[in-house]
């Protein structure tokens, strides 16, 4: 902690004025808001007919013979929703939640763009956008929100790289546990200086000061566990959660996780980074504490998988899949779907599960309801999104 | 001033090896290294290899057996990394970490982690001066790639293996081949190119079990009966999926693409149209000659605009590596130094390779480690002198304002480490 606050008296005047978004003054700053919006990225395109086989759909059997996860009841069988969908073994946490009425599941959701590429669909998820535009919507959200008097930024990427989602105007922290032996402060001190007009660098590394300095004042030091447990999807969502939880903490994070394209061999290799989900999920409620209970998870993807098992034990790149709100602030405990079918004719292009729903449309009607914003300032976040009438009280007052 | 030598050796290089001679004149210093055969380390293991160890690993799964691949995998990198810290032909060696990544293969799917040395060995190192068709066939056929992109398993629904197993069609290496490899997306390709492009590629397999181990085309999994792909009809059997594989490589679409990466690569991060029209047209003329490519990048006059690209993790730490001649002796353990800066060698997340402009690497943690990075390095070169290595380094193009504070440092460490982090290091 000396060395943190040391830190802090030197550093102070050299990158305060950086961490004050443009026209912006701490004199005109509204209060932040409590309310806190976390989205985990999965990225690589994850099965929704594993993760929430839908088993009353005799089509699901016909396409999967050999994938199909068994229905409730079955050995190894899907822990069952609302009797009509189950969730995979592996999400036993969530499934808790769907009682606890903290989670909604979405399926037969379009993503932001109808390609499958794994880049441009991500792209676009990130963006907010049918097309790829220079910033990504939570950092346009993180500028819309009242600016914070002080603390940590608004926003935190949780990962030493920034996703695009994050990218733009707004300035974000990051954060990730302490790794090797750091150097003595003043080095920070003058490494900054001399980046300090390089646009390209100047910004993020004075933003990764603070929040290192900031993290470690809410979180402490953390060399009690190993390398793969401190790096591990669960130990960084407690970290968010904790963070998140400070009363001058950031209010919005995106966390990362990867282990979806499942184009072989997807039984076996979906089952872990399904456990990792949903510890990471559990994880961030222990850490958020009391402040779970204004919080709202979105857990989305870029792109569902073919219908059909390929050759290969696995499924390929397709259309319709499935999304998540979790939290305390979520209005859940239903599956939201217009259900398409499975039958041979009722799939997209003959081989995908056709959307009924956006993932664009229920991004827009979270962050109406859990933020109050008005039909200008999401059109500015989610540019082309417009109201699904069917989709409403998804978050609570 | 010798400002054009220290700017080639960072913008088309790897830095400086230690006080190693100045080229004369730089473009001709550039192009001689486009000349000839390129080698690469000795002692590379080959495919038979690393297919060996993975048999193994898959046959035995005994901790020995699979801590034997991971040893493979982790040895043929650092070999790598070696190679290019030691590198004499540091443009040359760029360009093979370049169309490495291009045709990115990741060590996250386990089945291909051994095979990382052979892969750059056998399909990317011999080709990176002749032609891109010729590099497009030995990665399709490479059982990295197969393995990587999960073509070693994928069969024709009506090839006699199709009709008798349950098995058939994994489209994830057609996809990319078509996005990623050749004519990305604004060639615009359909689903129906990418299956049909599969079906073209069944039977492209691996022969891991038995020997000899390597590529192996086995027609009882190929689909019968060709296919069309962007328009054009091509023929079953292996030389259908081979004549496919000529018409993406030389397509104008393929062209564009790589010149447009290549001028991003060597330029800037959004590459000015002009140098990629010269790439493009280049490679359009020579039959897509990635020599005559890469000689046409030394003649851009924008790539001699003063340095704008902000080095990859992977370019920063061999260039430090190189700025403090540390030897393999006294390097701290390179895949961990990677792995704390988010780049660890063939480990990128998905297919289409680790970023290559300064957003992908810019988020404030991963800035931050640069530092904390550039401080452990620094700690294994204790009699370095700073200012002489600044001056060895950077030469004309070390800023004052560094200087000062290089003079300024506390410890020899801190000013080592300051100028590895410095603006101008961290540029190339």
Redesign the interface.
């Known amino acids: 902690m000396t060395l943190a606050i040391t830190r802090r008296a030197t550093l102070a005047g050299l990158f305060a004025p950086l961490l004050t978004a443009p026209g912006m003054s701490a004199a005109f700053a509204a209060a932040a808001t409590s309310r806190r919006f976390v989205v985990i990225l999965l ?2 395109g994850l099965d929704g007919l594993h993760a929430v086989p839908p088993h009353a759909d005799p089509g699901l059997a016909a396409a999967r ?2 994938l199909a996860v068994p229905p409730p009841g079955a050995e190894g069988g899907a822990l069952p929703l609302d009797g009509h969908f189950g969730l995979h073994p592996a999400l036993a946490g969530l499934h808790g939640l769907y009682g606890e009425r903290l989670l909604t599941v979405f399926h037969a959701v379009g993503g932001f763009s109808p ?6 669909a991500q792209d676009c998820l990130e963006c907010g956008a049918g097309e790829r535009l220079s910033s990504g919507w939570l950092n346009r959200l993180a500028a819309a929100l009242p600016q914070k008097p002080g603390g940590a930024q608004t926003a935190l ?1 949780v ?4 996703p ?1 989602l994050l ?1 733009g105007p707004a300035s ?5 546990p302490q ?6 402060a ?3 001190a ?2 900054l ?3 300090r007009t ?1 646009p ?2 100047g910004p ?6 603070a ?2 300095d900031y993290a470690a004042g809410v979180i402490g030091a953390d060399d009690s566990k190993d390398t793969a447990t401190r790096f591990s999807f669960a130990n960084l969502a407690l970290s968010a959660g904790k963070l998140l939880a400070a009363p001058d903490g950031p209010r919005l994070a995106a966390l990362e996780l ?1 282990g979806w ?1 499942t ?2 061999a997807q039984a076996n290799r979906l089952t872990q980074p399904l456990k990792s989900l949903d510890a990471g999920i559990l994880a961030l409620r222990t850490g958020l504490g009391a402040a779970w209970n204004q919080t709202v998870v979105l857990i989305a993807t870029e792109f569902g998988r073919t219908v059909r098992e ?5 499924t ?2 397709g259309t319709g899949m499935a999304a998540f709100l979790a939290g305390g602030a979520v209005q859940g405990g239903s599956v939201l779907a217009d259900w398409p079918g499975l039958g041979e004719k009722d799939l997209h ?1 003959a ?1 995908d599960l056709r959307p009924t729903t956006s993932l664009r449309a229920i991004t827009r009607t979270v962050l109406a309801e859990h933020y109050g914003l008005n039909a200008a300032t999401l059109a500015d976040i989610l540019p082309g999104s417009e109201r699904d009438k069917l989709l409403k009280a998804l978050v609570r007052a | 001033m010798q400002t054009e030598q220290f700017h080639a050796l960072a913008r088309f290089g790897l830095g400086r090896r230690g006080n190693e001679a100045l080229p004369g004149d730089p473009r001709a210093w550039l192009a001689a290294q486009l000349a000839g055969a390129d080698p690469g380390p000795d002692g590379a293991s080959k495919a038979e290899t690393a297919l060996a160890a993975i048999a193994r690993q898959q046959l035995e799964k005994t901790p020995e057996a699979i801590a034997a691949a991971r040893a493979l995998y982790r040895g043929e990198t650092i070999r790598l990394l070696d190679h290019a810290v030691a590198s004499q032909t540091p443009f040359r060696e760029r360009l093979v970490w370049f169309w490495a990544n291009h045709f990115t293969i990741s060590a996250r799917m386990p089945g291909c982690a051994p095979l990382v040395g052979a892969y750059v060995a056998e399909a990317i190192r011999p080709h990176v001066t002749g032609r891109f068709a010729d590099m497009l066939r030995a990665v399709m056929r490479h059982p990295a790639m197969l393995i990587y992109l999960d073509n070693a398993q994928s069969i024709g629904p009506a090839s006699q293996a199709g009709q008798v197993s349950r098995r058939g069609l994994n489209e994830n290496l057609a996809r990319e081949c078509l996005e990623l490899h050749t004519i990305s997306p604004a060639g615009g390709y359909t689903q129906a190119d990418v299956t049909a492009l599969a079906r073209l590629l069944t039977g492209w397999s691996v022969r891991v079990q038995q020997e000899p181990r390597g590529f192996l085309f086995r027609p009882r999994a190929h689909e019968p009966g060709g296919a069309t792909v962007m328009g054009q009809r091509f023929a079953d059997g292996e030389a259908g999926g081979l004549t496919a594989l000529d018409f993406l490589a030389t397509h104008p679409a393929t062209y564009r693409h790589l010149a447009t990466k290549l001028a991003r690569h060597f330029v800037a991060d959004s590459p000015p149209p002009e140098a990629v029209r010269r790439i493009e047209s280049v490679l359009r003329d020579t039959d897509g000659d990635l020599g005559a490519a890469s000689r046409a990048i030394i003649e851009l006059p924008q790539a001699w605009e003063p340095a704008g690209k902000l080095r990859s993790p992977l370019d920063f730490v061999l260039a430090s590596l190189r700025a403090l001649s540390l030897g393999p002796d006294r390097r701290p353990d390179l895949i961990s130094v990677m792995a704390g800066l988010g780049q660890i060698p063939f480990n990128a997340p998905l297919p289409n390779g680790w970023p290559d402009t300064a957003s992908g690497w810019t988020g404030p943690e991963a800035l931050l480690r640069r530092v904390d990075a550039a401080y452990a390095l620094a700690g294994r070169a204790p009699d370095a002198d700073p200012l002489a290595i600044a001056e060895s380094t950077l030469g004309p193009l070390l800023g004052a304002a560094t200087l000062d504070r290089l003079r300024g440092a506390p410890s020899r460490r801190e000013a080592l480490a300051l100028l590895l982090a410095s603006p101008e290091f961290q540029r190339r």
């Open positions: 990225r690589g013979s050999r390609e499958r590429s794994h880049f441009i990427a990962g030493v790289s920034l695009l990218r974000v922290g990051s954060f990730l790794g090797a032996q750091r150097p003595p003043d080095l920070y003058q490494v200086a001399l980046h390089d390209v660098t993020a590394l004075a933003a990764g000061m929040e290192r990867g394209d184009h072989a390929n050759g290969t034990n696995g390929d790149h292009e081989r």
